[in-house]
């Protein structure tokens, strides 16, 4: 599978950034028996923050970017976890999205499909998940979009 993982990203025009570090008093993952929790990742490109209130200054199909870049990020995590080696991941278990949201805004479910397509995109049966997808007034330096993921390692 890890030969096929780098291969379907590479061949949607996408590469895992770096893991980023984390912001504040946390890691950026821990992992505790067959599990690897991972940190919330903000929405972050190439060109820096992706910021932004859906409904009011972003469209969902902005936001559905957005939750894609966390995802790139979210697997940057899962392979720094894993030394390198996608042989010990196994499959995501659940995603846990939060939605910058103008009030009265209730389309966070297709804001977060841009993270879940990317899963299932990249790994497969590997990537269906269990998900939750959340309206908040504000997130951490005014991102978008954050998600933290769940994760089985082999």
């Not at 895992?16 to 929405?43: C, E, K, R, T, W």
């Not at 497969?124 to 997130?139: F, I, K, N, Q, Y």
Request: some cysteine.
């Amino acid at each position: 599978m890890a030969h096929d993982i780098d291969s379907r990203l590479r061949a949607m025009g996408l590469t895992l950034p770096d893991a980023p570090a984390p912001a504040a008093n946390y890691v950026p993952f821990v992992i505790s028996g067959g599990l690897l929790h991972v940190s919330g990742q903000i929405s972050q490109g190439p060109d820096g923050l992706i910021t932004g209130r859906l409904g009011e200054t972003m469209s969902i199909e902005q936001g559905a970017a957005a939750a894609q870049a966390c995802a790139l990020s979210l697997l940057a995590q899962v392979r720094a976890a894993c030394g390198g080696d996608w042989a010990r991941f196994s499959r995501v278990v659940k995603l846990t999205g939060f939605v910058n949201s103008a009030p009265g805004f209730t389309d966070q479910p297709k804001v977060v499909n841009g993270a879940s397509d990317l899963m299932v995109a990249a790994l497969g049966e590997a990537g269906r998940h269990a998900r939750s997808a959340v309206g908040v007034t504000a997130l951490p330096l005014g991102v978008a979009v954050e998600i933290e993921g769940l994760f089985e390692l082999a």
